[in-house]
């Protein structure tokens, strides 16, 4: 069967995205057994401000992220340590516009023993130049919850602009109200986004 039978497809398409110390490959129940060992370093399910899936809540929250590819609202990703070759989280294209050719980053998790190291800077680069380099896209936005202060700090740190506050936007699941900062980088600011990012990635780490 051609492609052209199959019909068009979803945009973003599906992609490999390649660095130093990352790789992200398109999402699949193969790295199920992987992603419940990431997620239990940390027991990151416990993070009451955000959405990240337990052990045996692992094969649904894959299920539902495919879902939403085959609806084209959702490209979602598995993040492999290149130094390990197994995933150490997920993060995804979300609340894709087509038609205006947006995205967000979002609906993203790593295993506790990688978080604020450089493989979550090299992830974002990829997606971001990807994103304004490859999809032509005019805006990346990003989400968060307003108390999740670390997360707003790594958006901030990356270049992205306050857009602003959505009052009680959306229940948490333990049935709080949870006032999201939205975030965005225009393509105007990339090539100064893309400079500072690099120079993240090269600089010396303590």
Same mark, same amino acid.
């Not at 490959?25 to 239990?40: D, G, M, N, Y």
């Not at 070759?85 to 993060?91: K, L, N, V, Y």
């Not at 105007?188 to 780490?205: D, G, H, I, T, Y």
């Given at each position: 069967?051609?492609?052209?039978?199959?019909? =068009?497809?979803?945009?973003?398409?599906?992609?490999?995205?390649?660095g130093?110390? !990352?790789?992200?490959?398109?999402?699949?129940?193969a790295? %199920?057994?992987?992603l419940?060992?990431a997620v239990?370093d940390?027991e990151?399910?416990?993070?009451?401000?955000?959405?990240?899936?337990?052990?045996?809540?692992?094969?649904?929250?894959? $299920?539902r992220?495919?879902?939403?590819?085959?609806?084209?609202?959702?490209?979602? /990703?598995?993040?492999?340590?290149?130094?390990?070759?197994?995933?150490?989280g997920?993060?995804?294209?979300?609340?894709?516009?087509?038609v205006?050719? @947006?995205?967000?980053?979002?609906?993203?998790?790593? @295993?506790?023993?990688?978080?604020r190291?450089?493989? *979550?800077?090299?992830? &974002?680069?990829l997606?971001?130049r990807?994103?304004?380099?490859?999809?032509?896209?005019i !805006?990346? +936005? /990003?989400?968060t #919850?307003?108390?999740? #202060?670390?997360? @707003?700090?790594?958006? +901030? %740190?990356l270049?992205?602009?306050?857009?602003g506050?959505? @009052?009680? #936007?959306? %229940?948490?699941?333990?049935?709080?109200?949870? $006032?999201?900062? !939205?975030?965005?980088?225009?393509?105007?600011?990339? =090539?100064?986004?893309? !400079? *500072?990012?690099?120079?993240?990635?090269? &600089?010396?780490? $303590?």
């Amino acid at each position: 069967m051609t492609d052209e039978a199959l019909g =068009p497809h979803p945009w973003p398409a599906p992609a490999v995205l390649e660095g130093r110390i !990352a790789r992200l490959e398109p999402l699949s129940q193969a790295h %199920r057994a992987s992603l419940i060992e990431a997620v239990k370093d940390g027991e990151l399910w416990r993070l009451w401000y955000t959405f990240i899936p337990s052990p045996e809540k692992m094969k649904a929250e894959i $299920d539902r992220r495919l879902a939403l590819r085959e609806a084209g609202s959702m490209l979602p /990703f598995a993040v492999i340590d290149l130094a390990t070759g197994e995933p150490a989280g997920m993060t995804t294209y979300m609340n894709i516009d087509a038609v205006s050719r @947006r995205v967000e980053i979002g609906s993203t998790w790593y @295993r506790k023993s990688v978080q604020r190291s450089a493989l *979550n800077t090299e992830c &974002k680069l990829l997606l971001l130049r990807h994103a304004f380099e490859t999809l032509d896209c005019i !805006a990346v +936005e /990003f989400r968060t #919850h307003f108390l999740n #202060h670390q997360s @707003r700090r790594a958006i +901030e %740190r990356l270049g992205a602009k306050l857009d602003g506050v959505l @009052r009680n #936007h959306m %229940r948490m699941t333990d049935g709080s109200l949870r $006032d999201t900062c !939205a975030y965005s980088i225009i393509a105007s600011e990339w =090539p100064a986004v893309r !400079a *500072n990012l690099s120079w993240q990635m090269e &600089k010396p780490r $303590d």
